[in-house]
């Protein structure tokens, strides 16, 4: 049985909240911290996060956000309470190398061609991951209403 799209999407979500909360929570801090109507919505929630093992639940019955995500969530970063796609860094890096080299070399029209053509690639996968990172965090606003 495959999991829905939407379902995916406020999986991610919550994950991400979660994430950024960086604190073991409570069934019912859950339940306010992404400000659900009942306990038990909560409580479903973070028992398909634990099933998925995307965290896990402690002696004291709080659960905590798991140190192996996973693979779709490997693609972004959390830095404190900023969510970046991964490929950011790897575009930021490649685009700087590039400029550089065009600035102090001066390469012939071709070379330059071909070197932003490289950076093409990273830089429509940083799109791609920003758009989808937005989908998930709009999500909210359709989820809580």
């Known amino acids: 049985m495959g999991i829905s799209e939407e379902v995916l999407l406020e999986t991610i979500r919550v994950y991400l909240r979660l994430a950024r909360y960086g604190k073991p929570v409570t069934t019912r801090g859950f339940q306010r911290l992404m400000n659900y109507g009942s306990p038990g919505k909560a409580q479903r929630v973070l028992q398909r996060l634990e099933r998925m093992g995307l965290v896990s639940r402690t002696p004291s019955n709080e659960y905590v956000v ?3 995500p ?26 700087s190398l590039v400029l550089t080299y065009i600035l102090l ?19 429509a996968e940083t799109i791609y991951y920003y758009i989808l990172l937005r989908r998930i965090m709009s999500a909210k606003q359709t989820s809580t209403t």
């Open 66 to 68: 798991s140190r192996k």
């Open 70 to 95: 996973s693979i779709i969530l490997t693609t972004y970063i959390i830095i404190k309470n900023l969510v970046i796609p991964r490929s950011l860094i790897y575009t930021l890096y490649a685009v």
């Open 105 to 123: 070399a001066s390469p012939p029209a071709y070379i330059i061609l071909l070197l932003v053509s490289l950076t093409i690639p990273y830089i």
